[in-house]
């Protein structure tokens, strides 16, 4: 059981689709176990047990997790792409060479001035 719990804190580091495969490996385990449920000592069960339960509260919280993810980064680029297309307009850009104002490329003052 110690090889599962490795595999599986391995598969969280490396990210969704280890924990997937990860996830489908554990039916081995579970068929194991089911097969040989009387043969095991209370013990074994309990830890079992505790296993299922801790792959299933982590399992869940990742999962969560990364449908919070895909929401901010949805979110993230429709307020870029607004910000891009339609309020760079007035916007003055100082990059030690050009200022733009309003689509009109200048040259900078400060430079100009130096």
Known sequence: ??????????????GGAALGTFLNSLTTFSDTVRLHHDKLQPETLLAVHGFSTLIDSVSSNLLELEIATQKVQEE???????ILNGRLDNLTIDDGK??????????????ISN
């Open 98 to 111: 050009w200022v733009s104002h309003q689509g009109r490329r200048t040259p900078c003052l400060s430079l």
């Open 1 to 14: 059981m110690k090889k599962q719990v490795d595999a599986f804190f391995a598969s969280i580091r490396e």
């Open 76 to 82: 993230i680029t429709e307020e870029v792409s607004t």
